[in-house]
């Protein structure tokens, strides 16, 4: 990260299903060789699984000074410095639901075929920039070209992470039937994605904001707009 200007991602995750039911004991994933599979594997035809993105537009904050943006940086992320000219913050929210049918063996056990259905979106997608610096200034419009480069990489990691959501359902559950003792209860699944989904989606945004300010030559310009303001 830069001293000046920072992104970062936070992850929050809604995980909902729609079949919970009091259920008890661990799920399991029937073999294929299994006579529970045979009278089981004909639940659902032609599993589709889904992740819709909503785009957003993020709005610009023009309203602090430096040391209010640091303040901000420092409870947002966790990291103190003076010098912030400018930051990105955005927030994704996630929402994950475990749609499926279910079947009632003769051995009291409950077999299960699942889709997925989920929603990924920016709850929060705000561009500060300091105020003391006009919208006409060199300094605003630099700060500002910088910082649309993170927005451009934040929404690339989206669809990033909707794949990498994706295969990670379908490697774990694509295609096979799940058993359980008693009625299931799907909540698990939807809350382990999610948790994947957060941490995965920090790893490849970091990423992509080290990447954006470790190539950039934005500081050696923003500096020269400060030196002609002076």
């Known amino acids: 990260m830069t001293s000046n200007i920072l992104t970062k991602i936070i992850g929050l995750g809604i995980c909902l299903s729609l079949l919970a039911n009091n259920a008890h004991g661990e799920i399991l994933v029937l073999s294929q060789d299994s006579p ?4 089981c594997k004909n639940l659902i035809s032609n599993p589709i699984n889904q992740i819709n993105i909503l785009a957003k537009t993020p709005v610009v904050d023009h309203s602090l000074s430096a040391r209010e943006i640091a303040e901000l940086r420092k409870r947002l992320v966790g990291i103190s410095n003076t010098k912030n000219h400018g930051m990105t913050y955005a927030k994704l929210r996630h929402r994950y639901d475990i749609n499926g049918k279910a079947k009632k063996l003769v051995n009291g056990k409950t077999c299960v075929q699942i889709t997925l259905t989920g929603e990924l979106k920016f709850e929060k997608f705000i561009i ?6 006009p919208e006409s200034s060199c ?5 500002m070209k910088h910082e649309q480069l993170h927005v451009a990489h934040y929404k690339a990691d989206l669809e990033k992470i909707k794949k990498e959501a994706l295969n990670q359902f379908d490697e774990k559950y694509g295609g096979k039937i799940l058993i359980y003792d008693g009625d299931p209860k799907l909540e698990a699944i939807a809350k382990d994605l999610g948790d994947y989904t957060s941490s995965k989606f920090n790893e490849i945004s970091n990423q992509s904001a080290l990447k954006v300010d470790s190539s950039s030559n934005w500081r050696r310009i923003i500096n020269r707009c400060l ?3 002076k």
């Open 128 to 133: 500060y920039v300091e105020k003391k610096f």
């Open 227 to 229: 030196e002609e303001a």
């Open 139 to 143: 300094a605003y419009k630099e700060i």
């Open 36 to 39: 529970q599979y045979q009278e």
